[in-house]
T-cell receptor, first 112, second 116 residues
């Protein structure tokens, strides 16, 4: 079936720099795109979502960009901190659906 | 406010044994679900429920049963454990809007299950 395609690379970032995590999706019917953060030994935690009729949404230190033309989603973290070290998952959901389809995750390591 | 609580945190089973993973939430969420997470992969939906008395299958339901007798609890039963069910299991809950889950799901801490 269709799925959010994201391999599990590792992104090493210097503390204080900006991080950009990318995700490709394949389901054109998805209405929401979501980012989750998973710290070691914990369950995923919601960060931010964006509707398919938007191309940008900002939160606290995070920005999500959506490019429907190329089916690409990104999460930008400003001024990356040690507490941002985690695995980040993108996920998608249809408006009337009851399922989050997750990608494979990206590990972010913040170097002091 | 405990959020989503899963028990046990760790479990080792022998092939063929059965067990129940417990999940409870105290946020009065209508929607609850079970995911499994395998190394290097994202989470895959096993079963979900949009309210008490209602359950449905996700992507990988085979070998698992669920029931939803109360709003708070959503146990996951492994009928006859197999090594392929070795995984980390997460329970999640969310608000529902018109019977559809919200994008913000609250996850438990997970249950690490090993089947030998």
């Amino acid at each position: 079936g269709e799925s959010v395609g994201l391999h599990l690379p590792t992104l090493s970032v210097q503390e204080g720099d900006n991080s950009i995590i990318n995700c490709a999706y394949s389901n054109s019917a998805s209405d929401y795109f979501i980012w989750y953060k998973q710290e070691s030994g914990k369950g995923p935690q919601f960060i931010i979502d964006i509707r398919s009729n938007m191309d940008k949404r900002q939160g606290q230190r995070v920005t999500v960009l959506l490019n429907k033309t190329v089916k690409h989603l990104s999460l930008q973290i400003a001024a990356t901190q040690p507490g941002d070290s985690a695995v980040y998952f993108c996920a998608e959901k249809e408006a009337a659906g009851n399922k989050l389809t997750f990608g494979g995750g990206t590990r972010v390591l913040v170097k002091p | 406010n405990a959020g989503v609580t899963q028990t046990p945190k760790f479990q080792v089973l022998k092939t063929g044994q059965s067990m129940t993973l417990q999940c409870a939430q105290d946020m009065n969420h209508e929607y609850m679900s079970w995911y499994r997470q395998d190394p290097g992969m994202g989470l895959r939906l096993i079963h979900y429920s949009v309210g008490a008395g209602i359950t449905d299958q996700g992507e990988v339901p085979n070998g698992y049963n669920v029931s939803r007798s109360t709003t708070e609890d959503f146990p996951l039963r492994l009928l006859s454990a197999a090594p392929s069910q070795t995984s980390v299991y997460f329970c999640a809950s969310s608000y529902s809007v018109r019977g559809t889950m919200n994008t913000e799901a609250f996850f438990g801490q997970g249950t690490r299950l090993t089947v030998v």
